[in-house]
């Protein structure tokens, strides 16, 4: 069965960098578009970036030019660059993927949810 799994999250202070990982199996990893997304206490889980198999990127605009997204198609991995992180940034951090390759922000679209890394974010 597919299985994504997170991980890089943990207990940063604000200006500070963190990169996250989501390694996948059980499915064609090079056919996918893969996502990510957060969710803070409280809040709707909401949109962060996303790639497409040919690494085509979108990105919420709370996150432009401080978040990268890439992916690795060889080690069936993706990965989240957070940098100049702050504290509204704190959140779990969820990695997502697309069988139609979506590349998008609408979380219905996505068929596979990994469990979540916890990033928080000390000011």
């Known amino acids: 069965q597919v299985q994504l799994v997170e991980s890089g999250g943990g207990l940063v202070q604000a200006g500070g960098s963190l990169r996250l990982s989501c390694a996948a199996s059980g499915l064609t990893f090079s056919r996918y578009g893969m996502g990510w997304f957060r969710q803070a206490p409280g809040k709707e889980r909401e949109f962060v970036a996303a790639?497409?198999?040919?690494?085509?990127?979108n990105y919420a605009a709370s996150v432009k030019g401080r978040f990268t997204i890439s992916r690795d198609n060889a080690k069936n991995t993706v990965f989240l660059q957070i940098d100049s992180l702050k504290p509204e940034d704190t959140a779990v951090y969820y990695c997502a993927a697309a069988e139609r390759n979506y590349n998008g922000y609408s979380k219905a679209l996505y068929d596979y949810w990994g469990q979540g890394t916890q990033v928080t974010v000390s000011s």
């Open positions: 790639i497409s198999s040919w690494s085509g990127t």
